[in-house]
């Protein structure tokens, strides 16, 4: 079991930036995966970016280039720093963690609303 707290959302004017968190409950040394995703008003969930414990990442197109994905193993938490953001990054954005044994456990966090204005 995995608790998965997000914080950092909030209200930016665009252009401007924020930086979410995700802390684990316990230590994600071991999570295989861990991802940000968003779901906008009315729209399906989308993958934003993705952190593998290997290191590997990956971005959604749409925000390559502008937000940043990363972890610290040692405060247990995974971040997304997102740079010049547009009105249509308004979403609530959720964190992912993937754990893969004998079969696949994904935990959710609770989700945290960011709303950039034009």
């Known amino acids: 079991q995995v608790q998965l707290v997000e914080s950092g959302g909030g209200l930016v004017q665009a252009g401007g930036s924020l930086r979410l968190s995700c802390t684990a409950s316990r230590s994600i040394f071991s999570i295989n995966t861990m991802a940000w995703y968003r779901q906008a008003p009315g729209k399906q969930r989308e993958l934003v970016a993705a952190?593998?414990?290997?290191?590997?990442?990956n971005y959604a197109d749409s925000v390559k280039g502008r937000f940043i994905i990363s972890r610290d193993v040692a405060k247990n938490t995974m971040y997304l720093q997102m740079n010049s953001l547009k009105p249509e990054d308004t979403a609530v954005y959720y964190c992912?963690?993937?754990?893969?044994?004998?079969?696949?456990?994904?935990?959710w966090g609770q989700g945290t609303q960011v709303t950039v204005s034009s």
């Open positions: 952190i593998a414990s290997s290191g590997n990442i």
């Open positions: 992912l963690a993937t754990i893969m044994t004998k079969a696949r456990y994904d935990y």
